[in-house]
């Protein structure tokens, strides 16, 4: 009974919520303000830590040094069916914003065969970050981010949807020492070869950047 009270409260919660299409017509996302619960959480003290100001984008740890994903060379590989695949390609990227929300985006590397309709979803021909590229209301999965308990990491509640499925995730991240990095695993904790963590690098950029606001 206990399991079958817990399933229709879980079946009640997702069936409130509300969602629109942004605007790429592919991604659809949770507008019901009780899917962001948790914002009440975020306290400004935070920005000792996160810059708004900024873009975490993923990296990767080689030869003792940080390097953006997006600068790596384009890699082309083929599935089991002989297709290529591109999804080495994306690069993860965490847009905080100043009032407790945040956008998870992923780009790809930039090609010569892009079509319009697609042309927000990749870097430009140098592979760099563009003010059009952060829009909230075309892509992106959002989210809240607050302090946990003990205020060692920053919790981020990813709340997009795709696909039809609707995905509530927690994650820790954990801040370096200078703050400029953000990991999944905390200082000292190990992992192995086949459950890597995702780093973060801090990449400043200026005010032009951030006009699109996060109203969710």
Not at 79 to 96: E, P, T
Not at 103 to 112: E, I, L, V, Y
Not at 136 to 156: A, F, H, Q
């Amino acid at each position: 009974m206990k399991l079958l009270f817990l399933l229709c409260v879980f079946l009640s919660f997702f069936s409130c919520i509300k969602t629109i299409y942004l605007q790429d017509g592919i991604t659809y996302v949770a507008i019901n303000s009780k899917v962001y619960a948790n914002r009440s959480k975020f306290t400004t003290d935070i920005f000792s830590v996160i810059d708004t100001n900024a873009i975490y984008e993923e990296c990767i740890f080689e030869n003792e040094n940080y390097i953006p994903k997006r600068l790596l060379p384009y890699k082309l590989s083929k599935n089991k069916f002989n297709q290529d695949i591109i999804a080495d390609n994306f690069c993860l990227s965490l847009k905080f914003y100043g009032n407790g929300n945040v956008n998870f985006f992923a780009f790809g590397k930039f090609r010569n065969d892009i079509k319009d309709d697609y042309k927000y979803y990749f870097f430009n021909e140098n592979n760099e970050f563009y003010p059009d590229l952060l829009n909230p209301e075309y892509t992106g999965s959002r989210g809240i981010y607050y302090w946990d308990k003990n205020k060692k990491s920053v919790i981020i509640e990813l709340l997009g949807l795709k696909s039809g499925i609707m995905k509530i995730t927690k994650t820790n991240l954990y801040f370096s020492e200078d703050k400029e990095i953000f990991t999944e695993r905390e200082r000292g904790q190990t992992y192995n070869e086949y459950v890597k963590p995702h780093f973060f690098i801090k990449k400043k950029f200026p005010p032009d950047f951030f006009k699109y606001k996060a109203d969710w």
